[in-house]
Structure formats: structure tokens, C-alpha cells
């Protein structure tokens, strides 16, 4: 390191030593008006100033920091994270590229074992286990067995790397999500490193990194090749971001949860508008909120737009560190260095933010989201007509209102008659049914013995399941209590549900075990079906053969309602298109009621044994009973006993043989790991920037294009693309797996990209991964079309609309782009992560100038684009010029806006990508 220019070192004495760290009070003291900069930008500023050298982090990088305004700038600023989280799907791909970065080095005749991460990484294996059986108790144990044997071959390659790279530790599967497991367990706080102390800061390689926001760290989701840069030491640069205060008053009604709340906020910043910015939580209400509930909204942050939704570290964080069972002595020490060094939660009203945004905590009602986004927020009350609008709007259904249903009438046991207006399903048998023409599609089937009625709008699928609220004990104690009531009232499940429940660690298991309200759960048929993300995933497992046949050969439109935080088109279940997001006592809910389009307020969710009516008030459990059971259930304990086994694995995982050596021996017939293709032959220095000439579109999208569905993660047929190949290299189509799981083979990935069944190419009349063929006019897959192309050297484009590239992390979304030949995208609008992984894969992010879009230019996408400006000495931000060409000559000329946001990201897209450039910088020492 260099000599630091602002001469503020000092030195902390704790009880575990004696520490040096960089002192922001002194820089206070010096005239910088640290105290008025939000605490995000504070753990950058320090971050700087910790790893300044002159080169990468200059001077002029930490005088952007100190100088940070209310409306940010244009200027690029570093971050070093000291710690990389990785989950196994985005993992996987990660360390193919490791692996084959030393492959490439060896053959170049240098040292491979430079190849190694520089910092601490921590991979998760959560990502992998699907619910393939369900609602019993061999649930588990059979799903675990399944796991490993469609995924052995990746365990085994991440056991090599466990031994093979230095600061690189495996999670193995079956012990929890991710994000929980940095919350509960990886987080430190504050970081005590080489005589240094310094704030905890990460990156992750899932999106929902910011999780850990919560517990007062800073850290955000990066795709795979960002995070591939930062273990091997190099800065992460992005511009300087605004910071938006999200000042919270009063405390939660009784009956809400912390997933209304969050559901609350992501409607109300997307409605905002907070891509690319910085959130901090700051106002009296933080008080009321516990550990668990700001890490529930901290892990939304995707879903609001923003890199981070920041908690600063106060008494409640001291507090959350001691009931999981951090050390007496490392707490003290977090506690003495947020408060000498200006990042304890306090002085809140000198902060100056961007704006400020208010949320009156009291305004809290209960809440779900969707059918489709995570945005789409509808309050509870308002979801049966809610419900209508949007089967007749978005599925073109004519829907009968409830006062047109079905009439039902029985006797009572006073003699006299009640009437209720609901479905027949949802009654007893021993009822005179007098039924009105039902407009709903209504489809019997059978299962096993007994038969029963869906239609549009039944719960194929309720998952408590996903970080967001399983890291939570507060909803998954009160998803118990519901559960326990349902029970004593002799409520069951309908038939037609898919039931599950994924906790994000074992000690959720433990608490739920100890208070007996496992116990409930699974009469409920919600069993444990594993440790990983499931259905938020894609990992729903199969629907049951009669419920699938039934949606299929009908169209039905059914619905999951799950507690997870996406809910995009064909993500959960490709025939589930509706899906709810909610809280985990709401799960259970729905799964009594069977049915989406219900008032829980005025409808029964079901019938006791006698005939009486059970409303969702009945099962609700109060907030004193839910505190109670905590109180009595959660121990320190509980968090020693499973962290401190955490990474051993199961049985099967210990016994697991694994190649050795510090070189991957790479396997032709292997259709799960292979060498990537990116470093294959490099040369030692980059390319000239060079004009992209006569490209035609591959396709061309609306808003809202989801990393899901440009590099779905699911499950595929054989007629795809991806499928064929399989088969084509001897895989059965039971043997598939999904698409996340073969993420460490290009073959099938490449074929993979724009394949989502729900993707609208507006260039192909059939919905899914097709396109139309320029010139010859035949529609066929995006990945034969784009054969074709590479055949006559045609280079491709992609034209998109606002917020393309939204949601997960997903790598594979900008590496398959690459790999079809894509050299731009020009849309007009970027998510913050996929624009980054499409610099870092050398493709080209192209923005719309203001005011233009697609159609205000008449482009209809069989144009011929040449894009110029490129080749005379590109520079951040600046703007090319585009010309469409029409097939009789006339054409359209436009500016776009060049998306290379700094001076580094222009290196790596002359690279052909960022790890491209960090191997050149290897191969010159």
C-alpha cells in the first residue's frame, strides 16, 4: 500500500488487542464534514482510504467520497470487498472460470496457483435441491438422496476446488440458504485482518446479498464475473450513487408482519424509482424493528431496484449478535469501533440524503404481491376482486362475480336453513348444491380414490420457502401458530396443493421442533423437503400427474402462493402462472382456503367436522403469543450447535471422493463441468475497438426482461434446444436436471439463453425462445438462428425496453449473450447487476437517448444497424451514432448512449471482458 495522503491512522485497544483502522472521526476533525455523509458511504469512504495505492484506488477516488453530494455524479468510485459469497448455481460457473483461468495460465507456460482468490470466499450449496417429493416424512431424506445424484459430479468438482484454491470454503448441501447463513453465522460486523480493523464489507453471487444490510454490513449482489474480479483483487467500480433515506415512525399494527411491510416498501421504492441508488433506513420506527425484520427488507433490495437497503449498527445488532451466538468479546469489540469510528447508529438528523422518502409503520395492512412482480402490491382486503380484473385482463377470461356462484344450501341442527355462496370444493359432500353457470374453467380430476374441482384461480403450489422470511422466526413461529389452530379445528390442506416448507437453516428446525410446532406444520402436510430455496428458485419439483394433466390440457390458470421474494412469469412453475408472494402464515392460509380469489375477511377458509364456518381470524394467532413462543424456544444454543458443524455435511457428503490436485482434469464426457470457452487460446494483448457493421436483431423485447427469462434456471424439455443436446449426448430427459444445475457447461447454457417458455420475441409468433431468421424469413430457436448468423458473419443485437435485465444476478444471462454472437444491447433502460455483466462479458450496453424508444423510431427489428462511433477512442458514457436500414434502403438514424460507465469498464469491454483483463495483467507479470 501506499503512503496514505490524509495521515488519519490511529489505534484501537480492545479486549482482543491492540488494532490500527482509519480514522473518519479524525478526517472530522480535519474540516471534512463526515457527520453529515450517509453510513453507507462512510464504510466506502474508509474502504478507500484502507486500499489505496495510487493506482487502482487513487487519490482522486477518495476525494469523490469525501466530496459526496445529495445528487451523487458521474465519477467512478472502488470498492474491495473483504469477503465473496457465493451460492452454488452462480458458484458453480465461478470456479469453471477459476479452473479455467489456471488451465489457460498453464499453457501459457506460467505459474497456475496465481490463480487464487485473494480474499475469503464462502460458497453455499442452496441452490440445488428440488422438491421432488413432498407432504410426508421420508420428504427430506429422499429429496437429499435425489440431490446428490442428479448433482454428484458438481459436488465433486466443488470438494476439488475446497482442497485446490486457498481461502475457499464449501457449504455443503443440506445446511441452509445462503444469505441466512451470512446472517446468522459469516457476518461479522467488524473484521479483524492483519493487525487491521475495518467494517465488514462482501459481495455475493446472488442478488439478494443485501440481505446482510440488516445486520448493519454492507454488501450487494454482483453477477459471477464481478464477484470472479474481486477475489482475485480487483476493485468492483461503479459511479457514485445517490443515497435515499427511507425514515420509518411508529410500529407495526397488531395482525401485520414484517412481509407486509416489506411488500409495503418494494411497491412504494419501485414506485420511486431507486436502480443504481443506495436506500438507508434511518427514524424512530428502526426501534420497533428487530434484526430479523430489517434483514427481511434488506433482502428486497433487488426487488426495490436499489444496490442496498442499509442498516446502520446499533443496539438492536449488538443484541441479534449475542442470541446467535457470537462471541462476548468480538461484540464488545463491533461496539467500540462503530462508536471511535463514527458509524454507530446515532446523529441520524445531521445526515443529509438525496431525499427522503416516509413510511408511517402504523399505515402497515396485511399484503400481498403479484401476479407476476414482486411490485405488484394488492392489500389483502382487496384481493378477491383484485383477482377478477386480473384473470379477465391478463388471461382473457370472463369471470363471474361471487353473488353468481354457486348457492348452497344445508340444514342446520336447529332445523333451520343457511345459505353461503363459495365453491362446491370447499364444502362438506352432505350439501344440496343448486349451481349457477360458472364462467371460471373448471376441470374434475381424480387423485387416488377421491374426486375433486379446479379451475382458474386454484393453489397448485403454497412454499414457505426462501430467505426473505425464513430467517425470520417471528412468521415462521407464526405460521406454526396457524398451523396449530387450523389443526385443533379440524382444517386440512386441499388435496391440490403442493405443499412444503424449506427452512433457511437447521435452527429453524430446532425452534420449531422445541415449541412442538413442527408437529402442526406437518399435519398440515407442510414437511421439510430441504435446505435450499426450492420454489423461489425454480425448484418446485413436479406438480402431482393429475393436477399438471389438468392445467395443461385445460389452460387453467393456477396460482402458488409462496413466501419467497420473485414471483416472475414461469420462475416458480411453468404452469403456475400466478404467483403470490406473502408471508409464511399467510401460506398456510391459502393452502386451507385452495383458492386464490378468496375474502379471507368475510369467507370461510374451510369447514370444522360440524358443519361451522372457519375464518382466517379463527387461526390468527396475536403478537403476545408468537413473542411468547419465541422467547420460550430461541437460545445461543441453538446457533453453536449447528454453526459449529456447518461445514461438515452430511454423511453422504463426507463420503463423497473428489479429484485432486491444483489442476482441474477436465472430462470430455461430462455434461455438467466443462473448461469455459472465454480464455481458450488469449492473446496477450487486447483487441482495437472495432464499429459493429451490418448486425441484425436476434430479438427484439418489451419492458421488464427479467435475467429469468434471458437465462432461465429451471427445468427444460427435450424439444428445446438444451434438451436435444442432452439427448444427443446420451441423457435421459428424467436426467435433465435444470438449467441452474448445468451452469458449469457452456453447451447447454449457450442453448439455454432466451429460452424462457413466457418470453415474448417480437420478431417470432410463438411465444418462447424463438426468432425469425434474417433474411430467409423461417422461424426456429434463438440458438439455430444464431448458428446461422455465425456461419455468414452476421454480427447480433438486442433491442430491448425499460429495466431490461432485471432481477437475479444471473452470469449466465450476459455470458450466453456473448456466446450467441450478441455485440450490443440497446435498451432504455439497464438493471444495475446485468448491465455490469454485460461490460464484464464484452458485449456492448447501449441506452436510448431520453424520450426515444423503439416504436417513437419505428423500428420494427428487420432492420440492418451499423453502430459506429465505437472505433475512434471510445470513452465512458458518450454517445454512438446508430443507423437502421430498411429492406427498400430507407433508414433511421439515432444517438444512444454508450453504458460503459467509467474508464476501467471501457478496458474490459477492449478485453472482451473483465476476467480476460485480469488474466492479461497475470500473463505480463
Not at 438525496?354 to 404481491?369: A, F, Q, R
Not at 435498451?827 to 462479458?841: D, F, K
Request: net charge negative; aromatic share 8%; glycine share 8%.
Amino acid at each position: 500500500m501506499m503512503s496514505n495522503p490524509y495521515k488519519n491512522e490511529a489505534t484501537l485497544k480492545t479486549n482482543k488487542g491492540d488494532y490500527k483502522y482509519y480514522s473518519l472521526k479524525t478526517l472530522e476533525e480535519n474540516g471534512y464534514k463526515i457527520s453529515k455523509l450517509p453510513f453507507s458511504i462512510r464504510i466506502l469512504l474508509e474502504n478507500a482510504l484502507r486500499n489505496f495505492d495510487d493506482f487502482g484506488i487513487t487519490k482522486s477516488h477518495i476525494e469523490t467520497l469525501l466530496n459526496w453530494s445529495p445528487k451523487a455524479s458521474d465519477k467512478d468510485i472502488p470498492y474491495k470487498p473483504a469477503r465473496v459469497l457465493m451460492q452454488d448455481f452462480t458458484g458453480v460457473p465461478a470456479v469453471v472460470d477459476i479452473a479455467s483461468l489456471r488451465a489457460e495460465m498453464d499453457r501459457k507456460g506460467k505459474d497456475p496457483n496465481k490463480i487464487n482468490p485473494l480474499v475469503p470466499v464462502d460458497l453455499v450449496i442452496d441452490h440445488s435441491v428440488q422438491v421432488d417429493y413432498f407432504g410426508t416424512s421420508y420428504s427430506y431424506q429422499k429429496n437429499v438422496e435425489v440431490e446428490y445424484e442428479r448433482n454428484g459430479e458438481r459436488y465433486q468438482f466443488l470438494k476439488w476446488a475446497q482442497h485446490a484454491f486457498e481461502n475457499f470454503s464449501v457449504v455443503p448441501p443440506g445446511m441452509g440458504i445462503c444469505h441466512q447463513v451470512n446472517l446468522e453465522n459469516l457476518a461479522k460486523g467488524v473484521i479483524t485482518r492483519d493487525g487491521m480493523i475495518f467494517p465488514d464489507t462482501l459481495v455475493g453471487t446472488d442478488s439478494h446479498t443485501p440481505m446482510v444490510n440488516g445486520i448493519g454490513v454492507v454488501g450487494w449482489g454482483v453477477g459471477g464475473i464481478e464477484a470472479e474480479a474481486a477475489l482475485l483483487g480487483q476493485p468492483i467500480y461503479f459511479i457514485m450513487p445517490q443515497v435515499i433515506g427511507l425514515r420509518l415512525s411508529g410500529s407495526m399494527p397488531l395482525g401485520t408482519t414484517a412481509t407486509d411491510l416489506v411488500l409495503t416498501i418494494t411497491h412504494l421504492l419501485r414506485s420511486y424509482g431507486v436502480v443504481g441508488k443506495f436506500v438507508e433506513v434511518f427514524g424512530p420506527g428502526l426501534n420497533n424493528l428487530t434484526i430479523p425484520d430489517r434483514a427481511t427488507i434488506s433482502n428486497m433490495s433487488p426487488e426495490f431496484g436499489c444496490t442496498i437497503s442499509y442498516f446502520p449498527i446499533d443496539d438492536q445488532t449488538l443484541d441479534y449478535m449475542e442470541k446467535t451466538n457470537r462471541s462476548e468479546d468480538h461484540i464488545k469489540t463491533v461496539e467500540q469501533y462503530c462508536k471511535a469510528n463514527m458509524l454507530w447508529r446515532e446523529n441520524e438528523d445531521e445526515i443529509v440524503y438525496s431525499d427522503v422518502l416516509e413510511l408511517d409503520l402504523n399505515s402497515i395492512k396485511p399484503t400481498i404481491s403479484g401476479p407476476k412482480r414482486p411490485q405488484d402490491k394488492i392489500l389483502l382486503e382487496n384481493l378477491k376482486p383484485k383477482f377478477e380484473e386480473l384473470l379477465k385482463i391478463g388471461f382473457e377470461r370472463e369471470y363471474i362475480p361471487l353473488d353468481e356462484r354457486d348457492v348452497v344450501r344445508w340444514k342446520s341442527e336447529g332445523g333451520g336453513q343457511t345459505e353461503v355462496k363459495a365453491r362446491k370444493s370447499d364444502l362438506p359432500q352432505e350439501v344440496e348444491v343448486e349451481k349457477v353457470e360458472n364462467k371460471l374453467k373448471t376441470v374434475s380430476i381424480k387423485i387416488g380414490n377421491e374426486k375433486y374441482e379446479i379451475s382458474d384461480g386454484s393453489i397448485a403450489i403454497a412454499a414457505i420457502t426462501s430467505c426473505t422470511n425464513t430467517s425470520n422466526p417471528s412468521v415462521m413461529i407464526g405460521a406454526g401458530l396457524v398451523a396449530r389452530k387450523a389443526v385443533q379445528l379440524g382444517l386440512d390442506v386441499k388435496p391440490w396443493v403442493k405443499t412444503s416448507l424449506a427452512p433457511g437453516s437447521k435452527v429453524v428446525t430446532d425452534y420449531l421442533k422445541k415449541s412442538g410446532l413442527l408437529e402442526d406444520l406437518e399435519a398440515l402436510k407442510f414437511h421439510t423437503v430441504g435446505y435450499g430455496c426450492t420454489s423461489c428458485i425454480g425448484n418446485s419439483g413436479p406438480l402431482p400427474a393429475p393436477i399438471s394433466k389438468a392445467v395443461e390440457d385445460y389452460n387453467l390458470v393456477v396460482c402458488s402462493a409462496l413466501s419467497g421474494n420473485r414471483n416472475f412469469e414461469a420462475r416458480v412453475h411453468p404452469l403456475v402462472k400466478m404467483n403470490f408472494l406473502m408471508s409464511p402464515m399467510l401460506v398456510v392460509a391459502f393452502a386451507l382456503a385452495g383458492r386464490i380469489d378468496i375474502d379471507m375477511a368475510k369467507e370461510p377458509l374451510g369447514y370444522d367436522p360440524n358443519m361451522n364456518p372457519v375464518f382466517l381470524k379463527d387461526i390468527w394467532p396475536s403478537n403476545e403469543e408468537i413473542f411468547n413462543e419465541m422467547k420460550s424456544v430461541l437460545t445461543p444454543k441453538d446457533y453453536e450447535k449447528n454453526y459449529n458443524e456447518i461445514f461438515d455435511g452430511n454423511e453422504i457428503w463426507r463420503e463423497l471422493k473428489a479429484p485432486e490436485g491444483k489442476l482441474y482434469d477436465w472430462s470430455d464426457k461430462s455434461t455438467y463441468i466443462k473448461e469455459a470457452p472465454f480464455f481458450l487460446n488469449i492473446s496477450e494483448d487486447p483487441k482495437d475497438f472495432e464499429d459493429i457493421i451490418g448486425a441484425k436483431v436476434l430479438l427484439k423485447l418489451g419492458d421488464s426482461i427479467t435475467t429469468d427469462h434471458i437465462s432461465p434456471a429451471g427445468s427444460f424439455k427435450k424439444e428445446s434446444a438444451a434438451g436435444q443436446y442432452l439427448i444427443n449426448r446420451g441423457v435421459n430427459q428424467e436426467d435433465f436436471n435444470s438449467y441452474g444445475s448445468r451452469r458449469g457447461n457452456d453447451e447447454v447454457m449457450v442453448r439455454g439463453t432466451f429460452a424462457n417458455v413466457r418470453i415474448n420475441n417480437q420478431l417470432a409468433k410463438k411465444e418462447g425462445g424463438y426468432t425469425t431468421h434474417l433474411p430467409s424469413g423461417d422461424e426456429m430457436t434463438i440458438f439455430e438462428a444464431s448458428q446461422l448468423y455465425k456461419k455468414d458473419n452476421t454480427p447480433l443485437i438486442v433491442i430491448g425496453g425499460k429495466e431490461y435485465g432485471s432481477g437475479s444476478s444471473r452470469d449466465w444471462a450476459a455470458k450466453g449473450t456473448f456466446l450467441l454472437g450478441i455485440k450490443a444491447v440497446i435498451a432504455e433502460s439497464y438493471e444495475r447487476i446485468h448491465r455490469s455483466n454485460l461490460v464484464g462479458m464484452g458485449v456492448l450496453p447501449l441506452q436510448f437517448k431520453e424520450g426515444d424508444t423503439p416504436d417513437s423510431l419505428n423500428l420494427n427489428g428487420t432492420e440492418t444497424y451499423d453502430i459506429t462511433g465505437i472505433s475512434d477512442s471510445l470513452s465512458p458514457l458518450e454517445e454512438l451514432n446508430v443507423k437502421a436500414t430498411k429492406d427498400d434502403g430507407s433508414t433511421t438514424e439515432f444517438k444512444v448512449i454508450c453504458r460503459l460507465d467509467s474508464q476501467i469498464e471501457v478496458a474490459y469491454y477492449q478485453n472482451d471482458g473483465i476476467l480476460q483483463y485480469v488474466l492479461r495483467q497475470f500473463l505480463k507479470e
